[in-house]
Structure formats: structure tokens, C-alpha cells
């Protein structure tokens, strides 16, 4: 019996960051809100042969259409639940799963074409990413913001969690980067709201041989109400902080350049005053310090003491954390990056 096409491995990472996949999620997210049933379009993959010998043609025009250039479509990577499944076709490579799948394992993206869900896909990518890409594509799966191709950004809700991805590995410890995907998230954290939050927390919970601090007892966006006795200070009844370590009441914010307006830089003053007095020690991150290897290093080196780390000066960590610093601020133009 024919099954939907299952998109996996790059070519459903692919998908992921088209404003197509971005837009229909929040639709369907919003059916699921309303009880009701999602419609997904259709491409032309007729339901007399769903296989992907007959559609290549049909998929490779539909992704096409969604934004993904073609020279990245020269192979439509797919996932069969067994080997003996795998069709022979020339411009399409099949991966067995090793069991059925079901559909906790797989999405809708058009009339019978699926892709595979966040979580396996996160697995699958530890096979073909480098680690780095790896934590950071962690953070943005289980953040508020995809990455697209063209190097923007674009809000929609979190595609998963930590607790859904470690999860969904113990189920399946035996598949192909699985033991490469958990290392990995152990340095991701939910809830990243934009790429400079994911940045600045991959200084802190990277390990030391990447550049960062291997401090994992983080957590994002934590939100602070104020208390009655501290309302006259604060306009605000509470506060999010980007980055928060609750054992020693630290908190690090990213300041971008849409922090530069008069009132913006007055509300912020007024937050950082406020939090002090209520004992919290405040680090603030600018695209400036991401800019220059040294500006950072020596806003890094006060975190870490406020962290109560022991401070690593080893001239070896410092290439190690310029390399980060590259990697993370990648997609900035090459004037902003030094």
C-alpha cells in the first residue's frame, strides 16, 4: 500500500527554515487551538502513486516554490520505516528508520507529504552537522525563531523542548547520531526568544573545548516579579531576563541596536537599578563586545566570576572562544565582525 513521502536528513531541515513551514505551523497550531481539522495545500502528488519515484519532479518543484535553491535540491533525502522499503531512484536518497513510523514521528507539510518532526530531525542532523551547528540548531528548534535561508529571522512558537528531544533519544538510543545528538543537547536550553539570545547562551553552557564556559545551570527568558516593597522603584510589576543562573542570582542580558532610543535606554536603566537593589548581579552583552575578540573575552572573563567559575586564562580557550565568537556571529555583515 502507497504512504506519504516522509521528507528527512537536510532536505527536511531545508523545509524547516522556508517561511512556507514557519507559516503553516502557526496555522496549524491555531486549528489545534479551534479543534479543528488543519488543512494542508496541495502540490500535485497524486494519491494513485504516492511514491517518490513518480513525484521527485512534483517535490523538488514544490520545495523550489517554497524558497529552497535548487543547487541544494540535487538530492530529496526521505525516511522509510525499513531497508526493504528504500526505493532505487537517481535523484532520491532513502534512510531506513529501523521501525514503523508513526505519527508522533512525522508532520504534515502538503497532501500526502510529510516531514519528519523536530525531534527526529535533530537526531538526523547530528549525522551531518558539526557540533556547534548542532547546540545551535537545538536552541532555535526549541526557541520562538527560525533562521531562514536567506540568513533572517522569523518569529513563530517553539517547535518542540529539551524534555520532548531527550525523550524522544531514549526511545531511540540505537538510530544513527543519536549519542551525538544528546551530548549535544546538553547545551541547549528552551525558550531562546532571537539568534543573539541563543549566542550569548552558548557562551555560557558550550563546553570549555568550544569556547564557552560548560555552565549549564541556566535558564532563559526567567521571569522576576517585583514586590510590593520594591514597586516604587519600577514601572514594571515584573521582569524577564534573557539569561538566568539561579544559584548565584545572576542574570545576563543581550543588548541589540534596537535598544538604542531614548526611552528604550531609560526603561533599561531603570530595570537594571531595580534588579540590583534587589540583589541581583546584572551582565549586560552588546553586538559591540560580539564585534571585537578582546571586548568580549573581558566580558566574559566578569561573568564567570560573578559565576563563581575558576577562571580559565589558557591562551588555548581564548582561540577557543574567538571561535565561537565567529561561529555565533556568522551571518552578521563582515564589517560588524572583526
Not at 116 to 122: N, R, Y
Not at 201 to 207: G, K, N, S, V
Not at 322 to 327: M, S, T
Request: aromatic letters at 8%; proline letters at 5%; charged letters at 20%.
Amino acid at each position: 500500500m502507497d504512504i506519504p513521502i516522509v521528507l528527512a536528513y537536510k532536505t527536511a531541515w531545508l523545509v524547516q527554515h522556508t517561511t512556507y513551514f514557519c507559516e503553516l505551523q502557526q496555522k496549524i497550531l491555531a486549528a489545534d487551538a479551534n479543534m479543528t481539522e488543519p488543512n494542508v495545500p496541495s502540490i500535485g502528488i497524486s494519491s494513485y502513486s504516492i511514491t517518490p519515484h513518480s513525484n521527485a519532479d512534483t517535490i523538488r518543484n514544490a520545495l523550489t516554490a517554497w524558497g529552497i535553491p535548487q543547487d541544494q535540491l540535487e538530492q530529496i533525502h526521505i525516511l522509510v520505516s525499513f531497508a526493504w522499503e528504500r526505493p532505487r531512484q537517481k535523484f532520491v536518497t532513502p534512510h531506513a528508520f529501523g521501525r514503523l513510523l508513526t505519527s508522533e514521528n512525522v508532520l504534515p507539510i502538503a497532501e500526502h507529504l510529510l516531514i519528519v518532526a523536530p525531534e527526529v530531525c535533530f537526531a538526523e542532523a547530528a549525522t551531518w552537522m558539526s557540533e556547534l551547528e548542532l547546540i545551535e540548531y537545538g536552541f532555535e528548534l526549541c526557541g520562538d525563531y527560525s533562521i531562514l535561508l536567506d540568513g533572517t529571522s522569523f518569529e513563530r512558537p517553539a517547535l518542540t523542548t529539551c524534555a520532548k528531544i531527550s525523550k524522544w533519544l531514549d526511545a531511540h538510543s540505537n538510530i544513527p547520531g543519536s549519542k551525538r545528538a544528546r551530548k549535544a543537547l546538553r547545551c541547549v536550553k528552551d525558550k531562546s526568544r532571537s539568534p543573539m539570545e541563543t549566542a550569548s547562551c552558548m557562551l555560557i553552557t558550550c563546553p570549555r573545548r568550544l569556547g564557552g564556559f560548560q555552565y549549564r545551570n541556566v535558564e532563559l527568558n526567567h521571569r522576576i516579579d517585583i514586590p510590593t516593597g520594591f514597586s516604587r522603584y519600577s514601572s514594571s510589576p515584573y521582569y524577564e531576563l534573557d539569561i538566568y543562573a539561579p544559584r548565584t542570582n545572576v542574570g545576563i542580558e543581550y543588548d541589540g541596536s534596537d535598544h538604542d532610543e531614548g526611552e528604550r535606554r531609560g526603561h533599561d536603566a531603570e530595570r537594571l537599578s531595580t534588579l540590583a537593589l534587589m540583589g541581583y548581579t546584572m551582565h549586560v552583552l552588546t553586538k559591540a563586545q560580539f564585534s571585537n575578540q578582546l571586548s568580549l573575552h573581558r566580558a566574559c572573563n566578569a561573568i564567570s566570576a560573578s559565576l563563581r567559575l575558576k577562571p580559565c586564562t589558557s591562551a588555548q580557550f581564548q582561540k577557543n572562544q574567538n571561535e565561537l565568537r565567529r561561529f555565533v556571529t556568522r551571518r552578521w555583515t563582515s564589517s560588524e565582525s572583526k
